[in-house]
């Protein structure tokens, strides 16, 4: 929660400071883009206008479906009779987001760019695609050393969480809005989502219950969770196309 504010600090005070740069002639709000983009964060729309000519504010959405997935064979057991089911897990994102781009340089479209993405905790889904055997309506299994119930539909499903506020930090090209009516902008950044979390839904008490990475007992499963979790930021890499009117 620290880091959220020292990031709205940081945007409202670049947001001041290129206020006071701009000159009586500069019209702030005068012109509205309205774009798409596609990259690491996914497909969206927003919406980009200008506060001087040192700085661009943006706001939209980017959602990122479950397209990109892995499945693993997964063992359990049941009165000691072992198991097996597959589970998939896939990447899974939606954000709301407003932006702000600084440009240094008036002349260049060279821009630094500061602002907060806000959407879902879980970032990826696993449930098992198969039927988990020998066991009957209302019992569960053993999931990183948490007994897991099966919901309505035979599945125990897992997430992997990090935070649902990410600041972000990046560098870009292109404007927004400009003397064209179509621009191009390509942006480079990160998101930090803070420490990982892996969790196992509870249907009796309706919520998510934490799993120790530690008690994982597929190895595969864990190789990848270890990769993710060392991960403090996520990268956004975005292409985006607007029209300026």
Known sequence: MKANKFYLIICTALLMLGNGAASAEEYIFDRLAVGVEVGTAGAGLELATPV?????????????????????????????????????????????????????????????????????????????TTELKGIGKGE???VGGKAVTLDENGKVRLSVQAASMKPYVGVGFGRPVSDHHLNLTLDLGVQYWGAITLNAWSPDEEEWASITPDDINNAEFKKYYDIISGIPVYPVLNLRLYYCF
């Open 140 to 142: 569960g299994i053993m």
């Open 52 to 128: 001087t000519r040192f700085v661009t504010l943006r706001a939209g959405v980017s959602a990122l479906p479950e397209l990109i997935g892995k499945s693993f064979t997964v063992p359990y057991s049941v009165k000691n009779i072992q198991y097996s089911a597959i589970v998939k897990g896939s990447l899974h994102k939606i954000d709301g987001k407003v932006l702000a781009d600084i440009y240094p340089f008036p002349e260049s479209s060279f821009h630094l760019t500061t602002g907060l993405y806000m959407g879902t905790a879980d970032f990826i889904r696993a449930q098992n």
